[in-house]
C-alpha cells in the first residue's frame, strides 16, 4: 500500500494508469512458519509498480534480496512469505493492527484496516 501523496502515477496516453511510485508499506511473514501475530512485520520501501496485464507489479529491494510486489501489501492484501534474513528487518506489527487485518475483509487488496495500517506506518517509519 502506498503511504504518501507525494508519490508519482503515470498514465498511458488511453488515460490507463501504467506507472506508480513512491513509500509502500509491504507486509512480510516468515516463509519457514505459518502467518500469525507473531509472524507479521513490516518495512517500508519505495517501490515503482507497473501496469501488468490486469495487475500492478514491481520490485522491492529488501537487504539484497528483490521481492516481488503485486498490490495491497505486496501480495495482494497479504503478507509477502520471505527469508528469515528479510523478515528479521520487520517492524513487528501490533497484534491490535494483526487482528483488524485478519478481520478486515480485504480480498485482493486491503480491507477496513486500511487507514489504522496507514497511520501505525506513517508513525512507526521515518518516510
Request: charged residues 25%; aromatic residues 10%.
Amino acid at each position: 500500500m502506498y503511504l504518501d501523496n507525494d508519490g508519482r502515477t503515470y498514465y498511458s496516453r488511453t488515460g490507463n494508469q501504467h506507472h506508480s511510485k513512491g513509500n509502500f508499506l509491504v507486509l512480510l511473514q516468515d516463509k519457514g512458519q505459518d502467518i500469525g501475530p507473531n509472524n507479521f512485520k513490516a518495512v517500508v520501501r519505495k517501490v515503482a509498480l507497473e501496469q501488468m496485464g490486469h495487475w500492478m507489479m514491481g520490485t522491492a529491494r529488501i537487504k539484497n534480496h528483490s521481492i516481488t510486489i503485486s498490490g495491497a501489501y505486496g501480495r495482494d492484501g497479504l503478507p509477502c512469505s520471505v527469508h528469515k534474513e528479510v523478515f528479521d528487518m520487520g517492524v513487528p506489527i501490533p497484534k491490535e493492527l494483526y487482528d483488524l487485518w485478519n478481520d478486515g475483509g480485504g480480498w485482493n487488496g486491503c480491507g477496513s484496516e486500511a487507514e489504522e495500517m496507514r497511520k501505525w506506518a506513517l508513525e512507526t517509519f521515518e518516510i
